[in-house]
Structures are given as structure tokens and as C-alpha cells.
């Protein structure tokens, strides 16, 4: 079952993020609706199991919140901190800011993050953890872009396919702002090419 996005939904930009935001993507209403399918499938698939669920830091604090909140399964709880350097809206290099905790050799676990884009994050996280030796590990993402895949990989578990936008909102970040925003919608252009290139920007 998937859910795609093709354009924005006729919901209005909430007065209060109106400076900012150009258009909403996808609204609070259709994210817990469809947050809550992805809950019972999971549930479902994984049901009699285990779950380690391993979080990538930081855009998916809310959609995880909201997702855990609905699966009725003793499950475990880790992150791994990854972060592509830069502030800008291009993925460059992969850092990890924060290991995995749990042992999760011969553990069933649910990679979970907030969009499949290029797909070398999820490429590089999945490397390292299948060092580890889990029984099985499935994936989950909140949003998919499709159309700028790089890598041969895609998610066991989809919120949203959506278009080749940079969207922020329910988590996902620009330049570590406007995770807060409750619903996921793309910023003005001005806001976008506000961030200077980092040299520039490095205090002296
Ligand atoms: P990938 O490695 O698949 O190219 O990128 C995955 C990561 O890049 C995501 O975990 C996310 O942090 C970031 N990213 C990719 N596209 C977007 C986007 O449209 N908005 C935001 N805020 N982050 C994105
Ligand atoms: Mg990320």
C-alpha cells in the first residue's frame, strides 16, 4: 500500500508559518492517519518478535514518537547519530555523531528514518550494522524521493512517496530549524539560499 504526494494539498499555510513557508506537502491529519498504517503493518509483520528499533538522528524524533506510540510489541529503543556535514540541501560527506548502544546480534530490527533520497545514508547505515549480525533487519522511512536515488535501495516500509522537493516540518530539518513545524511543507526560496557557504559563515 503506498501513499504518494504528486503536488501540495489545498491545506493552508498556518498563519503563524506564512513568513516561511511556501507551501504545505503534506498535512498534520494525513500524517497520523498514515503513521498509524504503518504502525499495525509493523506490528503485524513483526508480531511474536522482538524489535530493536534503531533510530537515525536527529529528523526523525516525531515521526518515531508518533510511530512507537501505536506498536504494541516489547520493543528496544537505540539511535545512531548521522549527519551529512553542511548546512546546505545537499548530502555530502557522512559523519556518525553517535554509535548503537544495544546488542542487537540475532535481534529482528527496524531501521527507521526520516526520507530516502539518494540512498547512501541508509546504504552506509545498513553496512554497519549488518556487521553486527542481526536476525533480520527491515527498513522504514517517513517520505521517499525516488527520482534522486543514487543507490540500488529501497524501503521496507514507506510514509509518503513524495516529489523532489526540500521539505522540512514533522522533524526534518534546514539548516536545524523548522523541525518543530507540525506538518511537512517546502520553504520560501528566499529562506533557502539565506544559508551562506560554511568558510563564509565560520566565525573568524
Ligand atoms: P540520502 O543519504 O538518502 O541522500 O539522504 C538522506 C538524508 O538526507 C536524510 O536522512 C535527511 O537527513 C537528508 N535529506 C534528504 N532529503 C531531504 C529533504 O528534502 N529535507 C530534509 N530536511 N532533509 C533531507
Ligand atoms: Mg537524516
Not at 524524533?61 to 553542511?86: K, N
Not at 545514508?121 to 542481526?134: A, G, Q
Request: charged share 30%.
Amino acid at each position: 500500500m503506498k501513499s504518494t504526494v504528486r503536488k501540495s494539498t489545498d491545506a493552508r499555510v498556518p498563519a503563524r508559518w506564512r513568513a516561511d513557508v511556501e507551501r504545505v506537502l503534506i498535512t498534520e491529519t494525513q500524517l497520523a492517519r498514515r503513521v498509524r498504517i504503518l504502525s499495525r503493518q509493523i506490528e503485524r509483520d513483526f508480531s511474536g518478535r522482538e524489535l530493536v528499533i534503531v533510530s537515525l538522528l536527529s529528523g526523525t524524533v516525531m515521526f518515531l514518537a508518533d510511530l512507537i506510540r501505536q506498536i504494541s510489541l516489547p520493543l528496544r529503543l537505540d539511535f545512531i547519530g548521522v549527519s551529512s556535514y553542511g548546512n546546505g540541501t545537499e548530502s555530502r560527506e557522512l559523519v556518525f555523531t553517535k554509535e548503537l548502544r544495544l546488542d542487537v546480534r540475532g535481534r529482528d530490527v527496524l531501521l527507521v528514518d526520516d526520507i530516502l533520497d539518494t540512498g547512501k545514508t541508509m546504504k552506509r547505515v545498513l553496512e554497519k550494522l549488518r556487521v553486527l549480525k542481526p536476525r533480520r533487519i527491515q527498513t522504514c522511512v517517513l517520505l521517499n524521493k525516488a527520482a534522486r536515488r543514487i543507490e540500488n535501495i529501497e524501503a521496507d516500509y514507506v510514509g509518503f512517496d513524495i516529489p523532489d522537493y526540500f521539505v522540512v516540518g514533522y522533524g526534518l530539518d534546514f539548516a536545524e530549524r523548522y523541525r518543530n513545524l507540525p506538518f511537512v511543507g517546502v520553504l520560501k526560496p528566499h529562506i533557502y539560499e539565506s544559508v551562506l557557504p560554511a568558510p563564509i559563515k565560520r566565525k573568524r
